[in-house]
């Protein structure tokens, strides 16, 4: 198996380990009597140590590989899932999802990994391998997590099981970091590769290089609307179609299959013909139309059409970004980029499911698709100079443009301007 196929099957099983867990959090803590403040610190812990760790990771693949990185980002998963298994301690288990945040690098480190090993015009389809691994993670982990809760043994046990199964995939993919994956970064004549201090400063710095904000910021964006489908679809279902959650993770596990699906294969026919900068504004579009269709859908056939549109937009856009992304920066950068990239789409899923649920259920089952419907529009009124630029085939609108389409013009981020952003 080539590297990039290694790398693509340990990102599957560690989204499947960390899939069979997240459903199952809530009802997990709930059944030991903590109360909900403690059950949402749960919650938010993971997020909030990965947007902290995240970048530091990525900067350290940058000097010292992404291989020992992997390792040991892959071991704090499977120790984290362990310990959530078996203790009932509630700090102790706040502790653990502390440990699983800090190590949860290891999907941008993949991802910086991947654009090490692809040329630049096929890395948009390598990370639409990554993003398949992901859905089909999402869809697969919460079918096997009920199929676990479904086994004919103690309620106690039927309960830590799926964090145990976790715990073994998330070894399993450690084993397969040490065992058949390579490191992809050469070393300098010096033995390391240079890498910025780590601090936040270098994280600013980082964004506002030319070129890269923009692609940072439409990230942003594009998982801030998707996180507030993915935080109150269920909720929903069951309140305007009556669905009980068995029914609701068929529909969940229908529009993983679709995003995969083109993440993974119609990506790559679609970025050779018509670029990256068409594809996001391509996706962004038909999300958008989604979230509308979702608002006001009242019957499963307009509900299905929505579905349809929603995943196919957030499979074109997620690796369009992140392809134009990886080739806009650096070699020795990737891990650095990436991480800061990480992090915006973690501050967004943090700040995301906190508003969805409270529009949710303080004015409609509506209002969270019409403010990710908004939250769209802002996108595409971001990404307006791609589709400009592209049309023109030419850098008649300067720097912005060339942030997307690099036959706009506009020259991508120099060794100098990246020497200019390093922290003091």
């Known amino acids: 198996m080539s590297p990039l196929g290694v790398v693509v099957l340990i990102v599957l099983v560690d989204l499947l380990g960390f899939s069979i867990v997240m459903p199952l959090l ?41 291989r020992p990185i992997l390792v040991l980002s892959q071991a704090g998963t499977a120790v984290s899932f362990l310990i959530l298994g078996l203790t009932r301690h509630y700090w102790i288990m706040l502790l653990a999802r502390m440990l699983d945040g800090a190590s949860g690098g290891n999907i941008l480190v993949a991802q910086a990994y991947v654009a090490d090993v692809t040329k630049p015009e096929h890395r948009a389809r390598g990370m639409g391998l990554i993003g398949m691994a992901f859905g089909l993670g999402f869809v697969l982990g919460p079918m096997l997590a009920g199929v676990l809760l479904s086994l004919p043994i103690p309620d106690d046990l039927r309960l830590r099981l799926p964090f145990l199964v976790a715990a073994g995939f998330s070894t399993m993919a450690w084993i397969l970091v040490i065992t058949r994956l390579p490191e992809s970064r050469p070393r300098d004549e010096d033995g390391v590769t240079p890498a910025r201090v780590l601090s936040w400063r270098g994280v600013v710095d980082t964004i506002r290089l030319p070129g890269i904000g923009r692609l940072v910021l439409l990230g942003f964006l594009g998982v801030l609307a998707f996180a507030a489908f993915e935080s109150t679809f269920a909720l929903v279902l069951g309140l305007r179609f009556g669905w009980d959650p068995r029914t609701a993770s068929f529909a969940f596990a229908a529009i993983g299959l679709l995003t995969a699906g083109v993440q993974g294969g119609l990506i790559r026919r679609l970025v050779p013909r018509h670029g990256e900068p068409r594809l996001i504004v391509a996706g962004l579009g038909l999300a958008a139309s989604g979230f509308v269709g979702m608002a006001m859908a009242h019957g499963v056939p307009a509900l299905g059409l929505s579905m349809v549109l929603l995943g ?43 508003v969805s649920n409270v529009l949710l259920g303080r004015i409609s089952t509506a209002a969270p698709y019409w403010a990710a419907f908004g939250v769209e529009l802002l996108a595409l009124v971001a990404a307006a100079p791609v589709a400009v630029a592209t049309a023109a085939g030419a850098g008649a ?7 997307f389409a690099d036959d706009a013009g506009a020259a991508a981020p120099t060794e100098e301007d990246f020497g200019r952003s390093r922290s003091r």
């Open 26 to 66: 809530a009802p997990f803590a709930r059944h030991y009597g903590f109360g909900g403040w403690q059950i949402g610190l749960l919650f938010s812990a993971y997020p909030m140590c990965q947007l902290v760790a995240g970048p530091i990771l990525g900067r350290l693949s940058d000097r010292f590989g992404r």
């Open 312 to 354: 196919t937009g957030q499979g074109l856009l997620s690796p369009s970004v992140s392809g134009l992304l990886s080739r806009r920066t650096p070699d020795h950068e990737q891990g650095a980029v990436f991480g800061a990239y990480s992090s915006a789409q973690t501050l967004a899923r943090m700040v995301s499911y906190s």
């Open 397 to 403: 609108l300067g720097d912005d443009a060339g942030a």
